[in-house]
């Protein structure tokens, strides 16, 4: 799968994505990420791509032209089809896993990412298919969000963590978060492994780690219980971990 990041800060993209797990997957050739400077597109001597606003407020904001080039030397229009593009915005749909789950899919993505007050809203009709956001909150630039979106999506293609088990079973994936999970030593300052995590027993221990992660879901995101349909066995269940807790 291949990102194309079109940004005015291409060191800050590369350089979050070419450690670790992304880096990897990168080396292995099974993601590319390229970064596209848009500054290379401001068709004059000193890279200027931004301009005041009509209508008056402050700030500077990021014109049509440039990013249009950059966005269209990624791909040959009388050959190939339009990459997908998404526009990171405070303003856009706030990323799932889900969402995350359904842009793998795509063999090319290309991330657009804005700063100073924005970009021209006519390029973004031009080019942009989606607004992806991180979050209710506003950042300085697309960037870091960018990121953010390619790490979430990138290990969601094959090959990249070293197997789908590892991501199929943590938080969201199944709508409700993953269960406390342990390691040795079995003891630790006082504190006990859970018993039936070192009993062997498989089929226990995958129930114990879904009703546990449905009590943490309970617990910390009550949010995400509307879309879940839990049975009064689970309920009751659910109970008596709090009960145990509290006792
Ligand atoms: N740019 C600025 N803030 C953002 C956010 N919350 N998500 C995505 N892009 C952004």
Redesign the pocket.
């Known amino acids: 799968m291949k990102f194309s990041v079109l940004t005015l800060f291409p060191k800050q993209v590369k350089d979050f994505l070419s450690e670790s797990i992304i880096g990897r997957a990168e080396d292995k050739g099974i993601l590319s990420i390229e970064t596209i400077d848009i500054r290379d597109f401001s068709g004059n001597r000193y890279g200027k791509v931004d301009d005041t606003l009509f209508g008056g407020g402050t700030g500077m904001l990021m014109q049509c032209e440039p990013v249009y080039q950059a966005f269209s030397s990624l791909y040959d229009a009388e050959k190939e089809s339009k990459p997908h593009c998404i526009f990171?915005?405070?303003k856009?749909s706030v990323l799932t896993q889900e969402k995350a789950k359904e842009l793998s899919k795509y063999d090319h993505l290309v991330i657009l990412c804005?700063h100073y007050e924005g970009i021209d809203q006519r390029v973004l009709d031009e080019i942009v298919d989606e607004d992806?956001?991180?979050?209710d909150?506003?950042?300085t630039?697309?960037e870091v969000?960018a990121c953010v979106v390619i790490d979430c999506v990138s290990r969601m293609i094959e090959g990249v963590l070293p197997n789908s088990e590892a991501y199929e079973e943590e938080s969201h994936m199944s709508g409700y978060l993953e269960a406390p999970q342990y390691t040795k030593p079995n003891i630790w300052h006082d504190r006990e492994v859970p018993e039936v995590m070192l009993s062997g027993n498989h089929a226990k221990i995958k129930e114990w780690k879904r009703i546990h992660g449905l009590y943490d879901t309970w617990k910390r995101r009550p949010d995400m219980l509307s879309k879940l349909d839990i049975s009064s066995e689970d309920w009751k269940k659910i109970l008596d971990i709090e009960k145990e807790q509290q006792g």
């Open positions: 990171m915005s405070p856009g804005g992806l956001s991180i979050g909150y506003v950042l630039g697309g969000a």
